[in-house]
């Protein structure tokens, strides 16, 4: 008899276990064979690194104030100036290019978890229904059920074996049980996982915005810094001195890497070795996500000068960061920072005609590389003398400038 109540007991605490476990909303899971305390212990990493991972993104957003207040001590030289300026911007913008990766990566990282759930929503739902048939057949057996089977046995062995399958249904009862409260701890840690992932996510995504707006407010306060330097009737002539020389440095640049173009094209002619060269093809757009021209090729009034001028090259006006294409087939023989054209490429395609490409905010070819029409060389920006983000696209034809029209589609 007591054998008899102690059996309705265990059953009737397995059945009511069972029904408060399954009384929860429903969770999601993973395969039982796979969760162990190792499997959550490793979840409670993943959480606490995404946790400190959230706090690091906060804690690197860069402070403008004072960075702006750094900068105050530059602004005696114009030229000092622009050059610390572009180099926040740099660490700005290499910032933002960081977070916008960990965001792709993170964004797809909770994609894979949340299959892995939808997933798991299917294995626990197949052990829910396992665990409810297994429940109404320990009901249906009655209490009695086991007592026959032990009065049943047609022999001491027989009586023996059936009490070993007896434990090792209780034992199979137990294990299931234990293993579906493993599941559903695991299933709590898989939550709290991805819910830590969207933090971090979210936390990307504003940091983002943030460093774009202190981007756009050190670009805002260059402009105002060099129209204000440059619109100073006091010191007008010096403004414009200042611009000329400024030109004047950035052609000797140019004009010093065609002369070692036209050095190793000497030297590659005197060594019969193959040679580029122009096949008169058409250019393609350098900037596809242009909105205007701002400023074309020829002679004009300077913008804030005032005084007559002649622009190299066509100013493409297009959003910070967006993609600059080489125009053409070509080798690269620079690309590097100056504090006049800001990060700039220059290709060389054959036969003396040279592309220039100023004021990116970020560069991503290298000299000597070859590159081919419509491929990304470098983002739009406004690094060097610029006052807004642009593309100054120019054309270059034996040691002159010429007008870029002739050569764009």
């Given at each position: 008899m007591e054998k008899k109540l102690h059996l309705k007991k265990c059953i009737g605490i397995f059945v009511l276990l069972i029904l408060v476990l399954l009384s929860g909303e429903e969770t999601r899971a993973?395969?039982?064979?796979?969760?162990?305390?190792?499997?959550?212990?490793?979840?409670?990493?993943?959480?606490?690194?995404?946790?400190?991972?959230?706090?690091?993104?906060?804690?690197?957003?860069?402070?403008?104030?004072?960075?702006?207040?750094?900068?105050?001590?530059?602004?005696?030289?114009?030229?000092?100036?622009?050059?610390?300026?572009?180099?926040?911007?740099?660490?700005?913008?290499?910032?933002?290019?960081?977070?916008?990766?960990?965001?792709?990566?993170?964004?797809?990282?909770?994609?894979?978890?949340?299959?892995?759930?939808?997933?798991?929503?299917?294995?626990?739902?197949?052990?829910?229904?396992?665990?409810?048939?297994?429940?109404?057949?320990?009901?249906?057996?009655?209490?009695?059920?086991?007592?026959?089977?032990?009065?049943?046995?047609?022999?001491?062995?027989?009586?023996?074996?059936?009490?070993?399958?007896?434990?090792?249904?209780?034992a199979y009862d137990e294990r299931k049980l234990q293993e579906y409260m493993l599941i559903r701890e695991y299933v709590e840690m898989c939550r709290e996982q991805l819910d830590a992932e969207k933090e971090v996510l979210d936390a990307a995504k504003v940091s983002v915005q943030q460093e774009e707006a202190s981007l756009e407010e050190l670009i805002s306060d260059k402009e105002a810094e060099i129209v204000a330097k440059q619109s100073d009737i006091g010191s007008k002539a010096a403004a414009i001195e200042e611009y000329e020389a400024d030109i004047r440095a950035q052609n000797e640049l140019i004009a010093s890497l065609e002369a070692a173009v036209a050095a190793e094209r000497k030297r590659l002619a005197e060594e019969n070795a193959a040679r580029l060269t122009y096949d008169g093809g058409v250019f393609c757009f350098p900037a596809p996500s242009y909105t205007r021209i701002s400023e074309e090729y020829g002679e004009r009034i300077h913008p804030i000068l005032g005084v007559p001028q002649f622009h190299n090259g066509i100013d493409i006006a297009a959003p910070n960061g967006s993609p600059i294409l080489a125009a053409y087939d070509g080798e690269v023989v620079a690309a590097a920072y100056s504090g006049s054209m800001g990060n700039y490429v220059m290709v060389d395609h054959g036969d003396s005609l040279y592309t220039i490409y100023m004021h990116a905010s970020a560069l991503y070819v290298s000299k000597g590389e070859l590159v081919t029409k419509g491929q990304q060389i470098a983002a739009v920006g406004s690094t060097g003398r610029s006052t807004g983000p642009h593309l100054h696209f120019g054309v270059r034809k034996n040691g002159g400038y010429v007008s870029p029209w002739g050569y764009l589609g």
């Open positions: 993973v395969s039982p064979s796979s969760i162990t305390s190792e499997s959550i212990r490793e979840k409670e990493g993943q959480i606490s690194n995404a946790q400190e991972e959230k706090k690091q993104i906060e804690s690197a957003l860069t402070d403008i104030k004072e960075l702006k207040a750094q900068l105050e001590g530059e602004k005696i030289s114009l030229e000092n100036y622009v050059v610390a300026l572009d180099n926040d911007l740099a660490g700005i913008q290499q910032k933002i290019s960081e977070l916008n990766g960990k965001i792709v990566a993170k964004e797809e990282e909770i994609r894979e978890t949340e299959k892995e759930l939808d997933a798991a929503i299917e294995k626990q739902d197949e052990q829910y229904a396992a665990m409810k048939m297994r429940i109404q057949m320990m009901y249906e057996q009655n209490d009695n059920y086991y007592v026959e089977m032990i009065l049943s046995a047609e022999s001491f062995g027989d009586l023996l074996n059936r009490l070993d399958y007896i434990k090792e249904v209780s």
